[in-house]
């Protein structure tokens, strides 16, 4: 299983990005993909989730309103769409897949990683 994480990059507050996340080899059973951060000195946290290969999408609050999760389950690509971007959200950006959407805002339940991908935004 391989999971690429890529599309970060600087921008300045109330930029956009568009973050990709590439998947192979996903197992059958799994369940769903999601975005987390990590910011410098903090833990990883949940932004964003999105049933595999159809089905609902989950969001933090505190992205909400702001960052889209979609997917292309026939390319096995997950996206995040990332409007009004903000100093808070600047971090390492993580993609991951799991086989329990129950747990699907945490991360110790993941069972795949990507590498992250970095997203400095600038005031």
């Known amino acids: 299983v391989q999971l690429q994480a890529y599309g970060g990059g600087v921008v300045q507050a109330g930029g956009s990005l568009r973050l990709s996340c590439a998947a192979s080899g996903l197992p059958f059973n799994t369940d769903g993909l999601g975005w987390f951060r990590q910011a410098p000195g903090k833990e990883r946290e949940f932004v964003t989730a999105?049933?595999?290969?159809?089905?609902?999408?989950l969001y933090a609050n505190s992205v909400r309103g702001r960052f889209t999760i979609s997917r292309d389950s026939a390319e096995n690509t997950v996206y995040l769409q990332m409007n009004s971007l903000k100093p808070g959200d600047t971090a390492v950006y993580y993609c991951g897949a799991t086989d329990r959407w129950r747990w699907i805002k945490f991360s110790t339940k993941y069972n795949y990683w990507g590498q992250g991908t970095l997203v400095t935004v600038s005031s």
């Open positions: 999105i049933m595999w290969p159809v089905g609902s999408t």
